[in-house]
């Protein structure tokens, strides 16, 4: 059974950090390409970081850069999404998603994982 399950969410004031976990099983880890996506209410969702578990490399959107690290351990089947400097208008429910390397949409997501910024 393919699980990602997020953790790592919570209550934060702003310019606080938050470390966010996405624990993989059920798939071949190496072979994915994993994704944060975020959405806040009344909003779109929107891509936030992802990096490809075989090569290392990785993306961050332009809202996040500077601020926000994505990285893997591969021995452990997690991906972490390191958040600082949080600014209210990261507020919204975190997702992963896994997606096969050469794929073009995610094949698997997570539950999500509420991280909430107070002003």
């Known amino acids: 059974e393919v699980q990602l399950v997020e953790s790592g969410g919570g209550l934060v004031q702003a310019g606080g950090s938050l470390r966010l976990s996405c624990a993989a099983s059920?798939?071949?880890?190496?072979?994915?390409?994993i994704a944060w996506f975020r959405q806040a209410p009344g909003k779109e969702r929107e891509g936030v970081a992802c990096?490809?578990?075989?090569?290392?490399?990785?993306y961050s959107a332009d809202s996040v850069k500077g601020r926000f690290t994505i990285s893997s351990d591969n021995a452990k089947n997690t991906v972490y999404l390191q958040m600082n400097s949080l600014k209210p208008e990261d507020t919204a429910v975190y997702y992963c998603?896994?997606?096969?390397?050469?794929?073009?949409?995610?094949?698997?997501w997570g539950q999500g994982t509420h991280v909430t910024v107070s002003s």
């Open positions: 990096i490809n578990n075989s090569d290392g490399s990785t």
């Open positions: 059920g798939f071949t880890f190496d072979d994915y390409g």
């Open positions: 998603a896994a997606r096969l390397l050469g794929a073009i949409k995610p094949d698997y």
